[in-house]
């Protein structure tokens, strides 16, 4: 088998994940005998119908787990995958693309350890709850549009980290994109992460605050991990990475909102432990390379309109190395 879509379900229905499986059932010029899905339950009370699953002309596995997360299930998925390739899909998602299939057999005849492609977001704009899609354009950040080589995610025991359940998705792409020298990029868009109304990191305007303790840890697990695999360049480059990304996103109006205060300063102190661990590399890391990657952090937050320089990072820095003393 060429390819496998791993899908963790969890609350999601029948009627839920039916768009998804439709659209994989639909994909022109592609042979449905080299396509399969495995669905893995994360311990939910909800199953998904035997009946359900066998109308579709592609093969169908079905597992019950005992609920450990998203990043566990998305494990247990990969374990029991047998194809060349392997996508993780989300239950709720699905191609909006006919010939994406086709498109990604294509780039498989010249193999790959992994491709990352533009995937497309459905949003609906707050006031007038009207649709918009995005572009994400190469975006490391989701696991949405990416495919990996199952046999080097085996060889180099590139897995989801199980403790992490937000902000998961960054640690497992930077890794997988970390330790390659063969990622392709597709700039064909053929996967849609779908609006659902239930979405809580699509609906609460807070999200990225309140996760952030959350995205410091997947941070900080993927450092340690780039350093225990001896890539110590790609640990200096993210590590300082984060630091710029910190200070852009903690000096934003809605951080500096005193009704959000006790948790920005939780959040302050979770930060200032990550800046005491690699201090290091913030003072010894090049300065053409550190300009670099201020530069490129610089630019996204100009792109998405929310760039803050009201404190410069220096006297932030400051800031946060009092708080631990």
């Known amino acids: 088998m060429k390819l496998q879509f791993l899908i963790p379900q969890y609350d999601e229905t029948d009627e839920i994940i039916k768009p998804l499986l439709d659209s994989i059932a639909i994909q022109q ?20 119908t035997e009946d359900f699953l066998k109308s579709y002309p592609f093969e169908i596995k079905y597992y019950k787990e005992p609920h450990r997360g998203v990043s566990a299930t998305r494990n247990a998925c990969l374990d029991r995958a047998t194809a060349d390739y392997v996508m993780f899909c989300d239950a709720d998602d699905m191609f909006c ?15 790959f350890d992994s491709l990352v492609s533009v995937f497309i977001e459905e949003t609906h704009k707050p006031d007038d709850n009207t649709v918009e899609y995005i572009n994400h354009t190469m975006d490391s950040t989701f696991v949405h549009g990416k495919v990996h080589n199952r046999e080097y ?6 897995r989801f980290k199980d403790s992490l359940t937000i902000h998961e998705d960054s640690y497992f ?11 392709k990029y597709c700039v064909t868009p053929f996967y849609l992460w779908r609006w659902r109304d239930n979405s809580v990191c699509r609906h ?33 480059m993210y ?43 913030w003072t010894t890391i090049p300065i053409n390379d550190k300009m670099m990657i201020s530069n490129a952090v610089r630019s996204r937050y100009i792109q998405e309109g929310m760039l803050m320089e009201a404190v410069t990072i220096d006297d932030w820095l400051k800031h946060i190395e009092t708080l631990n003393n």
Not at 97 to 111: A, D, P, Y
């Open 153 to 158: 995610l085996k060889k180099f025991n590139i």
């Open 173 to 183: 792409n930077i890794l997988c994109q970390s330790l390659s020298t063969n990622v």
């Open 29 to 48: 010029n592609v042979p449905m005998n080299e396509i399969g899905a495995i669905i893995c339950n994360d311990g939910s009370d909800i199953y998904l």
């Open 97 to 111: 693309n006919v010939c994406g299939l086709w498109i990604l057999f294509r780039e498989m005849k010249e193999k």
């Open 204 to 236: 609460d305007p807070k999200y990225i605050l309140k996760t952030y303790n959350n995205m410091i840890d997947s941070i900080e697990a993927l450092v340690d991990e780039l350093y225990k695999r001896g890539k110590e360049d790609k640990a200096l």
């Open 239 to 281: 590590s300082v990475m984060a630091i710029f990304d910190s200070y852009y996103i903690m000096n934003k109006p809605e951080w500096r909102d005193q009704e959000n205060q006790e948790y920005r300063n939780n959040t302050e102190k979770h930060f200032s432990l990550f800046y005491e661990n690699h201090k290091k590399e």
